[in-house]
């Protein structure tokens, strides 16, 4: 392993959270802190994963894609952001590509995922 991986994985295990498996096409809940003035609290987003960028590494990130009010909204979150307090995989998505950046793209039926249903997680 070289230094810079090195460095990177202690920094991983010190931050100390656990990311559940999870890629594009899957629908996922981010519980993400929000402050308001002095009171802070944690906000659900839920949608559509469309890309991971970066890998499982301290510097990933990923693209959260939802429909809010008829209109798409996407959200890039750091993968090892503080103010992101919890990851859930509500279901999973049976896709063939890495970015679902086409999804931006359509509209209604057509923007639908299928369900993978024998997902198996990794050891």
């Known amino acids: ?6 460095i ?6 010190a931050l100390g959270k656990q990311i ?10 981010v519980g993400y802190k929000v402050t308001e003035g002095t009171r802070s609290r944690v906000q659900a987003y839920e949608g559509i994963c469309i890309s991971r960028k970066n890998g499982a590494g301290i510097a990933g990130s990923f693209t ?11 959200r890039v979150f750091p993968l090892y952001s503080t ?5 859930e995989v ?9 970015k679902l950046y086409y999804l931006r793209s359509r509209r209604g039926k057509s923007a ?3 369900e993978q249903t024998n997902y198996k997680a990794k050891a």
């Open 90 to 98: 509500v279901r999973r998505g049976r896709v063939r590509r890495a």
């Open 112 to 114: 639908r995922i299928a």
């Open 64 to 74: 959260v894609r939802k429909i809010s009010f008829g209109e798409g909204v996407e």
């Open 83 to 87: 103010n992101i307090e919890s990851i």
């Open 8 to 13: 990177e994985a202690e920094q991983i295990a």
């Open 1 to 6: 392993m070289d230094l810079i991986a090195q």
């Open 20 to 29: 559940p498996d999870f890629k594009a096409g899957d629908t996922i809940r």
